[in-house]
């Protein structure tokens, strides 16, 4: 969860113990096969959480109060709840100094009153078909001194609980990602690991994996989702900026984004986002779909009004399959522009949402997206990615980033898109219906500004 220690963005270096990827090589451990989906209590409540916060959380995304039919959250696909930071009981002494949250034989301390069963707990959501996940090596009690036997106090509760999943945080002293590894792989049970590293690839001893483990190469992705960022917050911009941090996993040929090993840029901020017309919570969504990023909900399950006000988001099932569904490879950013200049002086002119018009090829042919191009938020580009489908369908998302000036018109060709074909038809996965045909072996859309395009390329019959 915390950035605060990250200043800036570090890029992956290149250590990695040979031994390791042998043990655990990519999918060891056969889970997030698909993006992982759910919510988290940290960008809704911070530490302020009990055990009434996740019970409530469960009943919330289990309630089947949304759409015709009525469905719940967790038919839509969000079937996992996590605990955060906020679960500690920090008054281990720690003989370095400072405190902890393990006791001397190792075994976490849990603030009781506010989590007076743990065990229970995890069974009150399992009762309810919700999976359940935990949190380890935080933040809250600034753990300086690593120690063994919290590795295995730590791992020997998370079964004892019954936890089906953890996110392991890289602020305490806890950074042997091999180690949990190695002690999850002998319960004999499988858990869905998030990497909560921020991004750190480095050789950074203080912040990460000493096996230089907690970024995927090839060879190696001991944990099935891993953080590329620092936290995202509720800023217009945050989740913007979150996504340019997932590009540099998302090589064309080689992508270090896959199943059991995502790019994971964060919670979601969708219904947070500070400012933001709907349409700007639902382009946030709409990248993290077309990336492959776990689709983890971030606001209150309980404000039902403004959970009702992006349910249309985040149930749309065909933005969501896009997320889900494999066809070789996680999604990338394929070509990016400069917004259109402001109009002068005169209030923004009332742009339509967007509209098609097929075929023309255009002098506005994206330029192919630059591996070091990570666009500061300042800087914000119009930008398209794209992720194939299955049966040669692609899936296009474009996001118009500027607050305000006129609609983007983006022309990009079907070659960039991984598209084979001469002519698609498009569907619009936001308004879910057919929207028409290319003419040619282009597609060209317009997208207001704080809005977004999310299309899918159907190739026509020859
Ligand atoms: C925290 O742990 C200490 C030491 O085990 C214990 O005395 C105290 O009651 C615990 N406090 C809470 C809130 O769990
Ligand atoms: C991390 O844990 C693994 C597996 O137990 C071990 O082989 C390795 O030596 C540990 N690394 C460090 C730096 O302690
Ligand atoms: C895990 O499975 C192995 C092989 O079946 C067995 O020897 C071991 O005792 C099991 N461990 C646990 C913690 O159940």
Redesign the pocket.
Known sequence: MRSLLIAATFLCGGAIAQGTSKLYPPGWNKEATKPPMGWRSWNAFGNRIDEKTFEAAVDAITARVWNEPKVSLADAGYVRVGIDEGWE?C??TDPAGGMRQH?EAGFP??????FPDMKRLVAYGHSKGVKMGWYLNGCACGEAKERLPNYRGDVQRLAEFGFDAVKIDGCGAATNMTYYAQLMAATNKTYEIENCHWGVCGADRKFHNPDGASCPTEGWCPFNHFRTSGDINAGPMSWFANLQTTVRFLDASAPLSRPSCWAYPDMLEVGRVQGASFAWQRAHFGAWCVVSAPLVLGLDLTDTANLASVVPIVTNPEAIAVNQQWAGHPGRLVAQFDPPAAPPAAPAPAVRRRAFSAGEASAGEGRPAGEAALPSAAKAKVQVWAKPQPKGTVAVYVVNPAASGNAARVSVGFEALGLAATSASVRDLWARQEAGHTKGATLTVEVAPLDSAFLLLTPAAA
């Open positions: 009981n008054s281990g006791d301390l849990i603030n009781v009153e506010r």
